[in-house]
């Protein structure tokens, strides 16, 4: 039964993945392709299966009752798809920082090239050869500003 349940997720994982992986623009998220619907599958049921038991633990009287109804239908898929996204979320994010960190240790992109070197700015980088930019940053006058 659960074989039923996985494979769409592991074939949507891998049509992704060769998707990403076949457009020049893509590839960099490719393994976050690859993670995202197989965590989705995995975290949706097993965090429906914690949510029903939990409130059948404390007594909430959510399943006592017969579901019908459009309210009844939104309250189940609520339960279905946000652990899902939750979970998918923090996979990706995960591999995200898994593969950042992976492409940061060739130490190709922390170096920036000595013969394209600009001025120094303000964050200790040249303003022609940049490493990734960190979350918050912006440019005023012609020097960049970073902060960490």
């Known amino acids: 039964m659960q074989v039923f349940y996985a494979i769409p997720f592991v074939l949507l994982s891998l049509l992704a993945f060769e998707v990403c992986a076949a457009a020049p623009r893509w590839r960099r998220y490719r393994y976050q392709a690859l993670v995202a619907p197989v965590a989705f599958g995995f975290c949706s049921i097993a965090g429906t299966v914690a949510i029903i038991v939990s409130a059948d633990h404390l007594h909430l009287a959510l399943f006592t009752q017969s579901w019908s109804g459009m309210r009844d239908v939104a309250s ?23 593969a950042s960190l992976r492409r940061k240790s060739d130490g190709a992109l922390q170096q920036p090239d000595p013969a394209n070197a600009g001025t120094p700015s303000r964050s200790g980088y040249s303003k022609r050869a940049h490493p990734p930019r960190p979350l918050l940053w912006f440019r005023k006058g012609g020097v960049d500003y970073y902060y960490r």
Do not use: D, E, N, R
Request: aromatic share 14%; charged share 5%; proline share 4%.
């Open 76 to 98: 189940l898929l609520l339960i279905y798809f946000v652990p899902g996204l939750l979970g998918s979320w923090c996979a990706v994010a995960a591999v995200a920082k898994i």
